[in-house]
């Protein structure tokens, strides 16, 4: 079946700039999560999903940052005023529990110049 | 606070041999440990994980881990590596604080594996 799925894979955009990097869980998945990964380094927590709402959202580094999940499937991270440090790749991953493992995608790579 | 380290930045095992990548965590309470790798430009998979139970668990592509209580680890193994191993292992922990049931995951840094023919 179908995996995790993001888009885009890639996204350069200017300082300054609004971006939305969008997550397709896998199907009847109720958890999502974002994660963050700069170069060398293990991913880090942003924000978690069950359902609907943000169950969890004490990784997000700021109010620049922003996630939505409205139907409980489809999530979308939104950065507002981009900054050069933001520039990582940008994790999702999906699962059936929060005692289960999450399947990742392959990543949004954000380069912010 | 829960953690984990990878005390090796990188491995190397020639092709055939016995691998292991190291792994030890910092949990308040039972941890579940979970092992991902990750190939070059694509994401995370899921190797193995360890809940409760036996403290040998299998795993994928003939991976295993031990985890051992007392040392607060949880070691990667393999029986016989091969070139196609080759790729970034990162070790997570579920946080499991009082205000988190959600199961996000801590990772460490990441070793680097390269096994050689």
């Known amino acids: 079946g179908a995996g995790v799925s993001q888009t885009p894979s890639n996204k350069v955009t200017e300082k300054g700039k609004y971006v939305e990097l969008r997550c397709d869980p896998i199907?009847?998945?109720?958890?999502l999560y974002w994660y963050r990964q700069s170069l060398g380094q293990g991913p880090e927590f942003l924000i978690y999903?069950?359902?609907?709402?943000?169950?969890?959202d004490s990784g997000l580094p700021n109010d620049r940052f922003f996630a939505v999940r409205p139907e409980g499937s489809v999530s979308t991270l939104k950065i507002q005023r981009t900054e050069r440090g933001d520039s990582a790749v940008y994790l999702c991953?999906?699962?059936?529990?929060?005692?289960?493992?999450?399947?990742f995608g392959p990543g949004t790579r954000l380069t912010v110049l | 606070a829960q953690s984990v380290a990878q005390p090796e930045d990188q491995v190397n095992v020639a092709e055939g041999n016995p691998l292991t990548v190291k792994c030890t965590y910092s949990?308040?309470?039972?941890?579940?440990l979970f092992w991902y790798v990750q190939y070059p430009n694509r994401g995370l998979q899921f190797l193995l994980k360890?809940?409760?139970?036996?403290?040998l668990v299998k795993g994928s592509y003939g991976f295993e881990a031990e985890f051992n209580k007392s040392q607060t680890s949880f070691h990667l193994k393999k029986p016989s590596a091969l070139v196609s191993d080759s790729a970034l292992y990162f070790c997570?922990?579920?946080?499991?604080?009082?205000?988190?049931?959600?199961?996000?995951?801590?990772f460490g840094q990441g070793t680097e594996l390269s096994v050689k023919p």
């Open positions: 997570a922990v579920r946080d499991i604080t009082f205000h988190n049931q959600g199961g996000k995951l801590i």
């Open positions: 949990v308040s309470g039972n941890p579940y």
């Open positions: 999903f069950q359902g609907t709402g943000a169950a969890d």
């Open positions: 199907s009847g998945h109720t958890a």
């Open positions: 360890y809940i409760t139970g036996d403290n």
């Open positions: 991953a999906s699962s059936s529990g929060p005692s289960n493992e999450q399947f």
